[in-house]
């Protein structure tokens, strides 16, 4: 049976201070990021839902994986705030 990605993504863009350099933001904000356990399980049951909709029912998951990046510049801004 062919298999299917459900990806969402989220991108938030910030204005960082003068003095704080990305490796600080990194260290700080990286860790917080890791501990998002519970949003996670709420995206990933979104998803499901979503796609068992489209299956009758008879979705199911095989795998997930979770990236955290911190870059610098504007990456994917698939709807950039204004």
């Known amino acids: ?10 991108a938030t863009v910030f204005e960082v201070p003068e003095g704080l350099t990305i490796e600080q933001v990194r260290n700080h904000a990286l860790q917080g990021l890791s501990e998002m356990d519970e949003l996670t399980d709420s995206i990933v049951a979104h998803q499901d839902s979503s796609v ?27 709807n950039p705030a204004q």
């Open 52 to 78: 068992n909709q489209a299956y009758l029912g008879d979705a199911v998951s095989l795998a997930l994986s979770v990236e955290n990046v911190i870059a610098e510049g504007i990456a994917h801004p698939t």
């Open 1 to 10: 049976m062919p298999k299917i990605s459900v990806i969402t993504t989220v």
